[in-house]
Every structure is written in C-alpha cells, then in structure tokens.
T-cell receptor
Framework: DTEVTQTPKHLVMGMTNKKSLKCEQHMGHRAMYWYKQKAKKPPELMFVYSYEKLSINESVPSRFSPECPNSSLLNLHLHALQPEDSALYLC??????????????FGQGTRLTVV | AQSVTQPDIHITVSEGASLELRCNYSYGATPYLFWYVQSPGQGLQLLLKYFSGDTLVQGIKGFEAEFKRSQSSFNLRKPSVHWSDAAEYFCAVAEGDSNYQLIWGAGTKLIIKP
C-alpha cells in the first residue's frame, strides 16, 4: 500500500464554520506533512510532524490547527477561515532515516473553498 | 539561499516527440533532487529522485533525469511523450541537513499537441 488517503476531496465552508481535513497512510512513515497549494503555484509547507510530534510550523495562522493522533493519521482543523485560504490542501508522508527524510508520498488533496 | 529554477513556465510538444524539462538549483552541498508530476486537480506523484550514485536516474512512466553537478542541473527527459503526460511538472531539492524542507521550482506546464 503506497497510498496517502485524504478526505474529503472537496469542501466548501463558511467563514464561521469549523471543519477538519483528514489524512491517513499505512506505509509506516513517521514523518507527515501538510502543504497548501494555490492555483498554478508549487506547494507551500505548513506543518511537519515527526514521530507524532509537531516539528515544524511555518508561521501558519492559528485558524489552522494540526493534530497527529497516531502514526497513521494526520488531521487539520479549520476554524474562522478567510476566502484567501481557499486552496488545495495536500498531505504527504515519508520515512525518516537518521537525519534524512526519504521522498514524500502525496495524497490527492482536499480542494477547499471558503465562502 | 537555496533555490530551484524551472526556466520554462510552459512547454508545448507534439505527441511522440522527445521532451526535456529544465531544472537548475542553487545549493552548496550535494542536494537531494526530485521531480514530481501533478495532473489537474490532483496530488503530486514522484517521478524520480537523485540522492547519490549514478547521475542518470530512471523513473516511472518512461522518464529519466540526469544530475550534472558542474551545471547545477537536473533536467527531466522522455524520448517519446504521450497525451497522458500533459500535466504540471515540479522540480524540488531537499536541504541535506534538514530534509523536511523541500525547495520547489515554480513548475513547468507540459502541453501535448495531437
């Protein structure tokens, strides 16, 4: 199984809503990532979890709250988003070998629209 | 600062023709290099990677890339493109001492002419 599964595929939410994005992998990867991708741009790193601990937060606004309940799951909780937060949100995972992470496997993404 | 340059925003190639997508990086030590492909509205799929060893790397879907240290390049090639290769292609480099951070190129959109 070399898949990273993200749900939902599409999400429309109002600015006062609370929603969550989910990501799951069963490859035994101990690094998991959230990326944000705007149209026609490369992905931007948001968060990195290493061994279920948050290791990198790229100065992401607090309206985005990540959670890693176990080594296979990664959530992104959304609250009070702005229309400019509309984007494709990608989850990825990779092995950790020493200080080096191997290549990242990406999910299909959640297309988020904030209205 | 590390950077990745993909000089071509988009490239148009006839089906069956050969393809080369350019990627140049700026990084002091030996980088870890990747090519990813993204179809419209989809996630990113790894085509190939270079960590060390043979500088000519074979990937999936008939793609290959060559690492040229002297030119700081990692160009992606395919001898004969198919209509299904139409997609956005991203080159990325990982910082050797902190491999969490992928530095991405801006991407090259590949358009296939019938």
């Amino acid at each position: 199984d070399t898949e990273v599964t993200q749900t939902p595929k599409h999400l429309v939410m109002g600015m006062t809503n609370k929603k969550s994005l989910k990501c799951e992998q069963h490859m035994g990867h101990r690094a998991m990532y959230w990326y944000k991708q705007k149209a026609k741009k490369p992905p931007e790193l948001m968060f990195v979890y290493s061994y279920e601990k948050l290791s990198i937060n790229e100065s992401v606004p607090s309206r985005f709250s990540p959670e890693c309940p176990n080594s296979s799951l990664l959530n992104l909780h959304l609250h009070a988003l702005q229309p400019e937060d509309s984007a494709l949100y990608l989850c990825a995972s990779s092995h950790i070998q020493g200080v080096v992470n191997t290549e990242a496997f990406f999910g299909q993404g959640t297309r988020l629209t904030v209205v | 600062a590390q950077s990745v340059t993909q000089p071509d925003i988009h490239i148009t190639v006839s089906e069956g023709a050969s393809l080369e997508l350019r990627c140049n990086y700026s990084y002091g030590a030996t980088p870890y290099l990747f090519w990813y492909v993204q179809s419209p509205g989809q996630g990113l799929q790894l085509l190939l990677k270079y960590f060390s060893g043979d500088t000519l790397v074979q990937g999936i879907k008939g793609f290959e890339a060559e690492f040229k240290r002297s030119q700081s390049s990692f160009n992606l090639r395919k001898p004969s493109v198919h209509w299904s290769d139409a997609a956005e292609y991203f080159c990325a480099v990982a910082e050797g001492d902190s491999n969490y951070q992928l530095i991405w190129g801006a991407g090259t959109k590949l358009i296939i002419k019938p």
